[in-house]
């Protein structure tokens, strides 16, 4: 299965986020803390020229643990300013005004020397699609102040929202990038919804993350599916046992392994089938913050 998704509003995104870039002093990128290279945007770098940038890591409680530390080192290492945050609880959202006043200090102090010391930061918000950018504005904001939902494509233009007297954040519209680089990329984004499923094959889907978690998450998966785990079965087999286990059943006793599919992404994306992390991270981090795997 080509996993591709990159519809015509997004094309409209990206000259807006090129234009807008002039408008903030500083971006935030949020990533998906379960796929933290799967779901960077290649193409940032080039929309967003030399702005100072914040990285989030977010859904750390959906996330493993070790790798999110890993992953965390390691962008530190390279020179990033990392946050990690989990906007269900609120955790680690309350970081993001200091940091942002730790990065833009020159700034804020140039402000100071001016007389301008009432003036605030702007910073824009960005992220692939439901990567939960609306969500972690209103965490900061502590307020509903960002549409959202459980499915890309709901934030369509630029919203300001003032997260107090000295901070201002732009949220903005998830943006895929035209050609992902491997399939293994495409399926990462399309688990965690970042892709609409209307444009795959769910089953095919389905059967690709079944494989995933028999590796990463077997007990979860396992329990929630009420079926035995036999290293020898492909994806297809293991949703029509799983169909089985749940009683998902057609007329005639046939097994519903669509149902099965959509269900068990579903249940991947609530955090349901344990604590994964797609990409492994990093086994080491060199001196000068490269990938040493």
């Known amino acids: ?7 015509g509003h997004m094309t409209k995104a990206r000259r807006a986020m090129a234009e807008d870039i002039r408008l903030v002093d500083a971006v935030c990128e949020l990533i998906d803390a379960r796929l ?33 530390a890993k992953w965390s080192a390691y ?14 609880s609120g955790k680690g959202v309350g970081k993001l005004p ?15 020397a001016k007389g301008q010391s009432g003036r605030g930061l702007r910073v824009m918000v960005v992220g692939i699609p439901n990567v939960g950018k609306s969500a972690f504005i209103n965490a900061v904001a502590k307020r509903k102040a960002a549409s959202v939902a459980d499915r890309p494509g709901v934030t369509r233009g630029r919203q300001w929202i003032r997260i107090d007297g ?16 491997s399939r293994t990329v495409g399926e990462n984004l399309a688990f965690t919804g970042a892709v609409r499923d209307e444009t795959m094959d769910i089953e095919e889907l389905g ?31 293991m949703l029509d046992k799983a169909a089985a286990g749940r009683g998902f059943l057609l007329p005639g006793g046939r ?5 099965t599919a959509a269900i068990l992404l579903d249940e991947f994306r609530a955090g349901k089938l344990g604590r994964v992390t797609l990409d492994a991270p990093p086994e080491s981090i060199g001196h000068d913050g490269s990938r040493q795997d």
């Open 36 to 68: 933290p290279s799967s779901s960077r945007n290649p193409d940032l770098p080039d929309l967003l020229g030399g702005k100072p940038r914040i990285l989030v890591l977010n859904r750390i409680d959906q996330a493993d643990p070790d790798a999110t």
């Open 255 to 259: 097994r519903d392994t669509g149902r």
């Open 166 to 181: 000295t901070l201002e954040l732009m949220d903005t519209p998830g943006v895929l990038w035209p050609k992902f680089g």
């Open 75 to 88: 962008y530190r290492a390279s020179g990033e300013r990392v946050i990690e945050t989990d906007c269900r």
């Open 1 to 7: 299965m080509d996993i591709q998704w990159f519809p």
């Open 207 to 237: 059967a690709s993350l079944m494989l995933r978690l028999r590796d990463m998450s077997p007990k979860p998966l396992a329990e929630r599916c009420r079926m035995e785990l036999d290293m020898s079965d492909d994806g297809y087999a």
């Open 98 to 112: 200091p940091v942002a006043r730790s990065l833009l200090a020159d700034k804020l102090a140039s402000y100071e």
